[in-house]
């Protein structure tokens, strides 16, 4: 049982356009969302993350939407820089019991095009 | 280099002997979590520890595994007696006293072959 699910394992952009990564949940007690980044060969780097009392976190070129209702959430990078290109996940977390426990998306491999 | 480190960064086993997985959580971080990602697949969660205690190990196989964070010393992801699906990255995650807001932070795994 998925409980955290990105749907589309790939996707290509070109650089300086926008980059939106998307991530649905199944679980009603997540309330703590994340997106790490993912380069080949090394661990995955926290990126930003998003409490449920929010429904949007900015980071510089970086921003995450949260829709409670439809139990989904994404992730916009503008611009778009070949440096971008990695895998992202998505993971979440529940703030009563195992506060503790991540659990991960598959992932989504961005690749951006010079 | 403040970092989580693990070691060994690849580790080769024949079927049947032990393999043991190192990690030293980042400067400051009491806290450590061992993850496994198979291929094609997100991570999952194995087992939580903190010094000398080991808080969630739901995440873990029964038999043949065993984490440990001593009171000195990195922590240990021991794996008995491995088999071929044995063979995946280990990731082992540290962070302060876990509380909403606080990211866990991840080295750059152990990825472990069973030949």
């Known amino acids: 049982d998925q409980q955290v699910k990105q749907n589309s394992p790939s996707l290509s952009v070109q650089e300086g356009r926008i980059s939106i990564l998307n991530c649905d949940y199944t679980n009603s007690m997540f309330d703590y969302f994340l997106w790490y980044k993912k380069y080949p060969a090394e661990g995955p780097t926290f990126l930003i993350s998003i409490s449920s009392i929010k429904d949007k976190n900015e980071d510089g070129r970086f921003t995450v939407f949260l829709n409670k209702s439809a139990k989904h959430l994404s992730l916009h990078i503008v611009p778009s820089q070949p440096g971008d290109s990695a895998v992202y996940f998505c993971?979440?977390?529940?703030?009563?019991?195992?506060?503790?426990?991540?659990?991960f998306g598959k992932g989504t491999l961005l690749t951006v095009n010079p | 280099n403040a970092g989580v480190m693990q070691n060994p960064r690849h580790l080769v086993r024949r079927r049947g002997q032990e393999a043991r997985l190192r990690c030293s959580p980042m400067k400051g971080h009491s806290h450590v979590y061992w993850y496994r990602q198979l291929p094609e697949e997100g991570l999952k969660f194995m087992v939580y520890?903190?010094?000398?205690?080991?808080?969630?190990e739901s995440g873990m196989p029964k038999e043949r595994f065993s984490a440990e964070f001593p009171k000195e010393g990195p922590s240990i992801l021991r794996i008995q007696q491995v088999v071929r699906g044995d063979s995946a990255a280990y990731f082992c995650?540290?962070?302060?006293?876990?509380?909403?807001?606080?990211?866990?932070?991840f080295g750059d795994g152990t990825r472990l072959s069973i030949l």
């Open positions: 995650a540290s962070s302060p006293p876990p509380a909403l807001g606080q990211p866990q932070h």
């Open positions: 993971a979440a977390s529940a703030s009563t019991g195992s506060n503790y426990k991540l659990t």
């Open positions: 520890l903190q010094k000398e205690n080991i808080i969630d």
